[in-house]
């Protein structure tokens, strides 16, 4: 199993992983048509979880911006200062809250109750492949502040 996390340890880009999670939840939600089910309300929180996920994933794209400090989730041994203000003192991973949060709405928009399994899957994944990968290369990179950083901020919410 080891070699198999490695093999698939930062492989596959986040917001890729978030498309296809989509195109999941879209695929599970037209399987089982008779279990959606539309409201007004639906396409209010659709569009309002939407919203968040661009606005977190922007804050976050912006404070690694104005730290100077890449974006590039495929290589976190690249990064030259470990960014921990703006939205990173609520959330250690704002951009795949944000990701998460433009699946959420969609599967909302899509009235699919049974396409929420794209979430958690979602979730999984990152947090096996994605953010432990990259949680190690920076604890390595940045040491005791990284590791004071991971006991004070959660890495989703």
Not at 79 to 108: D, K, Q
Not at 128 to 138: D, G, M, N, V, Y
Request: aromatic share 10%; glycine share 8%.
């Amino acid at each position: 199993m080891k070699t198999v996390a490695l093999k698939l340890a930062l492989r596959i880009p986040p917001l890729v992983l978030t498309f296809l999670a989509g195109v999941g939840a879209w695929a599970i939600a037209q399987a089982f048509p008779a279990l959606r089910f539309e409201s007004a309300n639906l396409t209010v929180v659709a569009a309002g979880l939407g919203l968040l996920g661009i606005g977190c994933s922007l804050l976050g794209v912006i404070s690694f911006r104005r730290a100077h400090t890449t974006v590039n989730p495929m290589d976190p041994s690249a990064a030259a200062a470990l960014v921990v203000s703006g939205v990173y003192r609520f959330t250690r991973n704002p951009m795949y809250l944000g990701f998460l949060c433009l699946l959420l709405g969609e599967i909302a928009w899509l009235g699919s109750p049974v396409a929420l399994l794209a979430a958690p899957a979602l979730v999984i994944y990152l947090n096996r492949f994605q953010i432990a990968p990259e949680e190690s290369a920076l604890r390595e990179r940045f040491g005791t502040e990284f590791v004071t950083y991971t006991a004070r901020v959660p890495r989703w919410l």
